[in-house]
């Protein structure tokens, strides 16, 4: 696809240490080098010379709603203007529950709307094409109907801008604690292989699964990554957030999976990070060329068995962000 840049991904090795069981963990289904950045972002022009490691992670690649390029109907707006970035922004006001659809062939993300006119940021994870835009309104029970829609051409910069940017779903911005800490991570790295692997190594030792939490969490939740960080505690949707946030921030590609985790078919959320050769081991799989990388920070972190992390053959993806 236009504008894919490749990364080079060394060697990472990961350990999992068994000391939790992996009923528990899920017992309530919640829920590159330098020279080149995927997105076309442009790299820091110059390298801090007081920083340890090689790595320059590129330019901060943001997100935002734009009110004066927003198609409207008075009440609510689509922002559509930043299509090619992997984005849509809506904001909506009612006085009663809105969603907001986004349509491509024959899938459909269904997304909870604020109504009282706070913007939101979703995703364009379903490639280049035509995209239908509908924000609903409630109008009885679980019934909503089109309150305003429009629809865009979409041609993505490159196939990985979705997952580079600031989301409902990866909440952040450079003024974020989780952000500043990938920071402080990434200054002594040389690779991106080296930013991952600090990541991985920080979420897993300071977030501990959060069981009451899952057995409260009620739909449409949405994690704050930098909250996460600061009580150490989280259930699977935070881990994932939490890590994206920081991979994205740094310049790493980075997909929230939710889908089903065999052999019991817990509905579960990871990370899969982006990787042009193969680049770590860990104790049961391998990272692919020219591939997506499984990362799973909810069982990694809280010590569940290998064979629940495996090939990733055991995975069924259902949705991404």
């Given at each position: ?113 604020a109504s009282d006119g706070t913007p939101s ?201």
């Amino acid at each position: 696809m236009a504008g894919r840049t490749k990364y080079v991904l060394s060697r990472i090795l990961l350990s999992f240490i068994l000391v939790l069981a992996f009923a528990l963990v899920l017992s309530t289904g919640c829920g590159g080098e330098t020279s080149g950045a995927p997105g076309g972002a442009s790299q820091k022009p110059e390298k801090d010379p007081n920083q340890e490691g090689t790595y320059v992670a590129p330019e901060f690649m943001d997100s935002a709603f734009h009110a004066d390029l927003a198609e409207s109907n008075g009440v609510m707006s689509i922002d559509t203007s930043a299509v090619s970035e992997g984005y849509v922004a809506v904001s909506g006001h009612s006085d009663v529950r809105l969603k907001f659809q986004v349509i491509k062939d024959d899938m459909t993300y269904n997304y909870d709307l604020a109504s009282d006119g706070t913007p939101s940021i979703f995703p364009l994870q379903s490639g280049n094409g035509y995209y239908a835009f509908r924000v609903m309104e409630n109008i009885v029970d679980n019934k909503y109907a089109v309150a305003f829609e429009t629809g865009a051409d979409v041609t993505l910069i490159d196939e990985f801008q979705p997952y580079l940017r600031p989301s409902d779903y990866a909440d952040y911005s450079q003024d974020s604690e989780c952000v500043k800490k990938a920071e402080e991570l990434a200054f002594s790295a040389d690779t991106a292989s080296d930013v991952i692997s600090a990541v991985y190594d920080f979420v897993c030792k300071t977030v501990t699964y959060d069981t009451p939490k899952a057995e409260t969490v009620e739909s449409g939740y949405l994690p704050d990554p930098d909250e996460t960080m600061t009580t150490g505690k989280g259930i699977c949707f935070d881990y994932a957030t939490l890590a994206a946030s920081m991979l994205r921030s740094q310049g790493i590609p980075t997909k929230i999976i939710f889908g089903y985790v065999a052999p019991d078919d817990l509905y579960h959320a990871w990370n899969m990070f982006y990787t042009t050769e193969t680049g770590w081991v860990t104790v049961e799989f391998k990272v692919n060329s020219d591939n997506w990388a499984r990362m799973d920070l909810t069982f990694s972190a809280n010590g569940s068995d290998s064979k629940f992390i495996g090939d990733g053959t055991n995975y069924s993806d259902v949705y991404e962000y």
